[in-house]
């Protein structure tokens, strides 16, 4: 065959779905598997969303749709914004994608040339660094502490700032920790960028999904307008992940030319599924608290769980469906604990470094399994130690 492109040697996919595939293999066997490596989601799509969805299949909303999306589904997201963020974007800043992924591919293609320098979180989610690494950009990545609750720290992006740097990638709440970063936090590194002359790419897909706290955007400084960029998305709160729906806020003159991106590519997301959206967003609104009310209740079962099985230690995150416990003290590396929990105990788990090279000595687990699972797990888990001693 003759040689790839150099992008297509350099992009990377997400280990979620290796050990999925691992754990498949295990059940066609016979073996009996607890999922924890899931990243969405145990609830279906809100039944007033998934019948407008099906509705406007019936009245045949089936057609290509303008590429950044029908203007209702617009209108309704910057209502959205400026209900949750305090500002109104204009509707020329306002895109839809087919999920928030394609944003982040999108933004990253937009404004990052190979030789640039790109500042996102390690551990984080795997898109940032693959993106990265295939349009041929640097990755600088800033370590997520435990001593600091995996928040990202603006002094350590400061540090890591050169005249190369083009784009600060920031997740709060954040896969794979949990963690939540404050609004004071969130206002320095937009003034970091401000002050550098940098893009801050902001991916708010768990925006509301946070225990104890609130989320706050670092897009609230320039309102999206200068150098801040929003993406959220409908795949996790309203339980949407296989709809594929996002949106994105934007500079007007990076909307302008990220149409073009979209034409080229995708031309449109789905039309039923952009109505099903605007139901989502205009609609009944009681589903998240509801969600969120089990996701604490699970949260709070797994973290004592964890927190009881000699060698692990594990804290309690503010956001998200994820918790990411220490297990250093058992003397294993992440991939090795990971591997023992599947094969050991049928506990399917991800490794820390599925997220990054600081991942080393945690796991992750998704909680969004039943508090009966997450029982049987802890118990399954203590086993497997003991039997292995
Ligand atoms: C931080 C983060 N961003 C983006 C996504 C992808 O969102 P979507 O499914 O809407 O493309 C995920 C999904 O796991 C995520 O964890």
């Known amino acids: 065959m003759p040689e790839l492109s150099n992008g297509a040697n350099h992009i990377y996919g997400e280990a979620a779905f290796e050990v999925l595939a691992k754990a498949q293999e295990l059940e066609r066997q016979g073996k009996h598997i607890l999922h924890f490596e899931i990243g969405e989601p145990d609830m279906e799509t809100p039944d007033n969303i998934a019948k407008a969805g099906i509705q406007a299949i019936r009245d045949k909303k089936t057609h290509y749709t303008p590429s950044i999306g029908i203007l209702e589904l617009r209108k309704a997201v910057q209502d959205e914004v400026e ?27 937009a404004i990052v040339d190979t030789g640039d320098e790109v500042i996102y979180p390690d551990p984080g989610y795997p898109t940032y660094g693959s993106t990265t690494s295939f349009i041929g950009a640097k990755k600088v990545m800033v370590p997520l502490l435990e001593e600091n609750d995996f928040r990202m720290n603006p002094n350590d992006i400061r540090e890591r700032i050169t005249s190369k740097t083009k784009l600060i990638v920031i997740n709060s709440p954040q896969n794979p920790t949990g963690s939540v970063m404050t609004k004071k936090e969130l206002e320095e590194i937009a003034e970091i960028a401000e002050e550098h002359d940098i893009f801050i790419l902001s991916d708010e897909i768990y925006s509301k999904m946070t225990y104890e706290t609130r989320h706050y955007s670092p897009t609230v400084r320039d309102e999206a307008k200068e150098r801040t960029i929003l993406l959220d998305g409908f795949s996790k709160y309203y339980a949407m992940t296989g709809w594929r729906l996002g949106f994105m806020v ?73 918790v990411f416990p220490n297990i250093k003290e058992t003397g294993m590396s992440s991939q090795e604990c990971a591997d023992h ?31 009966e699972n997450i029982d049987e797990a802890v118990k399954r888990i203590k086993k497997s130690f003991k039997d292995t001693e």
């Open 83 to 109: 209900k949750t963020r305090g500002y109104r974007p204009d509707l020329e800043q306002i895109i839809i994608t087919p999920g928030l992924k394609p944003g982040i591919f999108f933004s990253m293609l």
């Open 250 to 322: 934007t500079p007007v003159k990076m909307a302008e030319r990220l149409k073009d991106f979209l034409v080229t590519s995708i031309s449109c997301t789905a039309e039923f599924t952009q109505w099903a959206g605007v139901e989502a967003l205009t609609g009944d609104q009681s589903f998240i608290p509801r969600m969120m009310k089990r996701f604490k209740e699970k949260r709070d079962r797994i973290v004592k769980g964890l927190n009881s099985i000699p060698g692990f230690n594990c804290l309690s995150p503010k956001g998200a469906f994820y």
């Open 341 to 371: 929990l599947l094969y050991n105990a049928g506990v399917a788990a991800l490794p820390g470094t599925a997220f990054g090279p600081y991942g080393e000595g945690y796991l992750r687990f998704s909680y969004a399994t039943t508090l």
